[in-house]
């Protein structure tokens, strides 16, 4: 029988009064999981009136009784009873939480076990809600996105341009023509253009693809489709692009957030060298250096002018650009964010002109793994 009364008597300890005086949310669990203590900012957030509404219950059938997208939450996949289970703490780590009436907001969780004479008797949760700063991150990607298809949308104009120009010029010929085999071969050279403008069009439907669960992508396809947006681009500014793909498998991903990864990357290695140079785009089979997971390694380098020194250790971080004006200083910080979101990991390198003025440019290397144990967020 759970002794209810002697749970109570917990919370009318004189360090109830300094639990009450925390901003955070503040819960215990014992090892069966049920509340032995909870604060007053933890009511607050969670919709309760008083302390007896969760002490003596369990708390993840309270606050953590499913996911988001509805499906049941397991204990046995609960990091809070990983804590006590396995001795495995965390902190800061994103999470859901229900309240009372069945609403959800995100909270910033971090737990950490409760020792007693030696032996784990327990958890204590802290948590806050960051469900403001989450819709306000979602509002920054959104906002991304809207100006990659600004770029995007420039770069198609300017490869369906030369394409559309051809087959009006090839049409001309075909009615002109003075022989049927004339007319032949201008109706098929009409064709190969107009074919390359339905694969520009179907790479720019697939870049804006929504997925929320990964499929097995070939990057042997999708790293020369998203090269192909920007060949007349290259060409204007002599851009000289060396391409050099090794064998892999195909990898489980998020293809539409992976094209937007290689755009930006692309993107900002043509900004890079606004008197032309080279970029240099590597695909190979390569294994995690800390994990040794098999996976895949994409480099994409230039030679352009390179990063201040100052922007390098905020690189991956929002509103930090080198392009001043025509910057949103979003691009690298969402890449990271869908990179991370692959479990997978993205470092630079680069040399300044005006330092290096032999051997400057930048380096970017990512490394995704082919395989994922569950299902990405989306």
């Not at 300890?13 to 669990?29: C, H, K, M, N, Y």
């Not at 703490?89 to 959800?104: E, I």
Request: proline fraction near 5%; charge should be positive; include cysteine.
């Amino acid at each position: 029988m759970y002794d209810r009364s002697r749970k109570l008597k917990l919370v009318e300890q004189p360090w109830q009064a300094l639990l009450d005086s925390a901003a955070e949310g503040i819960w215990g669990v014992d090892l069966d999981g049920n509340c032995t203590f909870v604060n007053r900012a933890a009511l607050a957030m969670l919709g309760y009136e008083k302390a007896d509404d969760l002490v003596g219950k369990n708390m993840h059938a309270m606050v953590h009784h499913h996911y988001p997208d509805g499906r049941a939450y397991p204990v046995q996949e609960c990091s809070v009873y990983n804590v006590f289970w396995h001795n495995s703490p965390f902190a800061n780590q994103l999470d859901h939480v229900f309240r009372k009436d069945g609403s959800l907001f995100y909270a910033e969780m971090s737990a950490q076990p409760i020792v007693h004479r030696g032996q784990v008797r327990g958890a204590v949760v802290t948590f806050r809600d960051i469900t403001n700063a989450r819709l306000a991150e979602e509002a920054l990607r959104r906002s991304e996105k809207l100006a990659a298809v600004g770029q995007l949308a420039s770069s198609i104009a300017h490869e369906i341009n030369n394409p559309l120009e051809a087959v009006i010029n090839l049409l001309y010929l075909v009615r002109t023509a003075e022989t049927q085999e004339d007319m032949r071969t201008y109706a098929t050279l009409a064709e190969q253009e107009i074919a390359r403008i339905s694969d520009i069009t179907m790479q720019t439907l697939r870049f804006h693809r929504h997925q929320t669960a990964t499929a097995p992508v070939d990057l042997h396809e999708t790293i020369p489709a998203v090269l192909r947006l920007y060949t007349t681009r290259f060409a204007s500014r002599k851009v000289e692009v060396k391409l050099r793909m090794r064998q892999t498998p195909p990898a489980m991903l998020l293809e539409g957030d992976l094209r937007q990864v290689l755009n930006n990357l692309i993107r900002n290695a043509y900004d890079a060298m606004p008197r032309g140079g080279k970029l240099h785009v590597r695909l190979r089979p390569a294994r995690c250096p800390i994990t040794s997971i098999p996976g895949l390694r994409i480099c994409v380098a230039d030679t352009g002018t390179g990063f201040l020194p100052k922007m390098k250790n905020h690189l991956f971080e929002p509103f930090h650009t080198s392009k001043e004006i025509t910057g949103t200083g979003l691009g690298l910080w969402i890449s990271k964010g869908i990179v991370d979101k692959h479990k997978g990991r993205i470092k630079m390198r680069s040399r300044l002109q005006e330092i290096s003025p032999n051997f400057h440019g930048t380096l970017f290397s990512l490394w995704l793994p082919l395989e994922h144990e569950a299902p990405l967020a989306a």
